[in-house]
């Protein structure tokens, strides 16, 4: 590929000595005089790079570099002057250019940093299009179903997206809650910063503070270099923060102040630092009962509920089933490289007839199982796995039996959800940390439905 570079100057001797410089290194050139013709230059010459002199008549090099941005944002931009500052270096950098040379230059000098600014902008635009790339996959894929019940959250999501305001998603686990955050990210003016998730289950109580904020050099024993929490390896972007409700009390309090305050500090700092970060919380539990238990700050909950949100279980989208079946067969025959020609019927019915306490991935990795037993045709009712075909055969029995009040697992539906977590933890290896991730709650709640299940 040959590299094109723009070369705007208003010095004809100039415009001659780096156009030569740049034709003898391989690349193609064009020459312009002021910012003007420079930018009349980007739709017909579409440079990678624009060498562009600070001072010039018509249109200043800093003037035109603003629009250049505007324009077309790809190109990479050095600045050239013969007047160099660290004010004139901070402005244009300011604005978008990648780096600043001054004259007179080394030739050597000014072909290392072009050399440089072009990688530096390929490695943009290959970011761009991996993250372009990513957010299609998302977008397209992740998020199935055409129930009013799916319909009524993405209506939501496209119309809190756009803004700045914390949500709160709400919904048992497996229905999604991450992939909505990342939806509600991709579809923001943040999409180009970073989206980090945080499960606050899953990290120890003594680490959540130091995960959550950082800490600096020296804060404890091990503490041998400083770090950056999520807060500000998120930068501009998006904190998910999932399983809020198991946030210890004491952390609570100072993610309550960052919210109010915008500010974060390390472990062990002293100096506050700004954050500019968008917060996406997340909850399987009812945290109104936290509240009332003792275990869940009010204020931060008004705090986080600026925006609530709740996913529906895959119970009630049993039309949904249908659709994500079809993705899931599609999606897994190319992963383990099978042929499976479809589901029949019945054991399509079979499905639909399941309460799937796990929701959507459980009924993914139901699909898997199954895919992988069939081996050949259409999968049949006697290769879905144990848990659902007890379920269908239970059923009938039990099917109009309610547990205590706000339990919507049936009887059977309890049966499913204990052989769930016993399959969940041979695969892991008896792993609960593992386990409890795959199953999207925390270690705390993982113990308590096990002994409430009689598994411990």
Request: charged share 25%.
């Amino acid at each position: 590929m040959k590299y094109r570079i723009l070369i705007a100057d208003d010095e004809a001797k100039i415009r001659r000595v780096i156009n030569l410089l740049l034709q003898e290194a391989g690349y193609e050139t064009m020459l312009v005089e002021n910012g003007k013709q420079a930018l009349e230059a980007l739709s017909t010459f579409r440079p990678h790079l624009i060498l562009l002199d600070y001072q010039m008549p018509v249109m200043s090099g800093i003037e035109a570099l603003s629009q250049i941005k505007e324009a077309i944002p790809s190109p990479a931009v050095v600045m050239i002057t013969a007047f160099g500052s660290v004010s004139l270096v901070v402005e244009a950098i300011k604005k978008g250019a990648y780096d600043f040379i001054e004259k007179p230059f080394d030739n050597d000098k000014l072909l290392l940093m072009v050399k440089r600014a072009l990688e530096h902008a390929g490695l943009k635009k290959e970011v761009k299009e991996l993250k372009d790339k990513l957010n299609q996959i998302h977008s397209s894929t992740s998020i199935i179903g055409e129930t009013g019940g799916l319909r009524k959250v993405m209506e939501q999501v496209m119309f809190v997206a756009p803004t700045n305001a914390t949500v709160l998603l709400s919904g048992e686990s497996g229905t999604g809650k991450e992939l909505i955050a990342r939806r509600i990210h991709q579809q923001s003016a943040r999409c180009n910063n970073t989206f980090i998730a945080l499960n606050c289950g899953a990290i120890p109580q003594s680490l959540i503070e130091s995960e959550l904020f950082g800490y600096e050099k020296g804060a404890f024993t091990d503490a041998k270099e400083t770090y950056a929490g999520n807060f500000e390896r998120a930068g501009k972007g998006t904190l998910f923060l999932d399983e809020i409700g198991e946030l210890p009390l004491g952390a609570q309090v100072k993610l309550l102040r960052v919210l109010e305050e915008k500010k974060i500090t390390r472990l062990g700092g002293k100096a506050a630092v700004d954050t500019d970060v968008r917060i996406i919380a997340a909850t399987n539990r009812d945290l109104q009962e936290s509240v009332r238990a003792g275990e869940f700050r009010l204020d931060l909950l008004y705090r986080l509920n600026v925006f609530a949100i709740n996913l529906p279980p895959l119970r009630e989208r049993k039309d949904d089933i249908i659709l994500l079946t079809e993705f899931f067969i599609s999606k897994y025959n190319k992963i383990l490289n099978l042929k499976i020609e479809g589901i029949t019927p019945e054991t399509l019915a079979v499905l639909q007839n399941y309460d799937w306490p796990g929701n959507v991935r459980d009924l993914e990795n139901a699909i898997q199982s199954a895919l992988i037993m069939t081996q050949k045709g259409k999968i049949k009712t006697e290769t879905l796995p144990p848990r659902i075909k007890s379920y269908t055969e239970a059923a009938p029995a039990n099917r109009d039996i309610e547990k205590e009040p706000g339990n919507r697992i049936r009887s059977a539906g309890i049966m499913a959800e204990k052989e769930l977590i016993i399959a969940v933890l041979q695969k892991n290896l008896n792993n609960k940390t593992s386990t409890a991730t795959e199953l999207n709650i925390s270690r705390k709640t993982l113990f308590n439905k096990m002994k409430k299940l009689g598994l411990l």
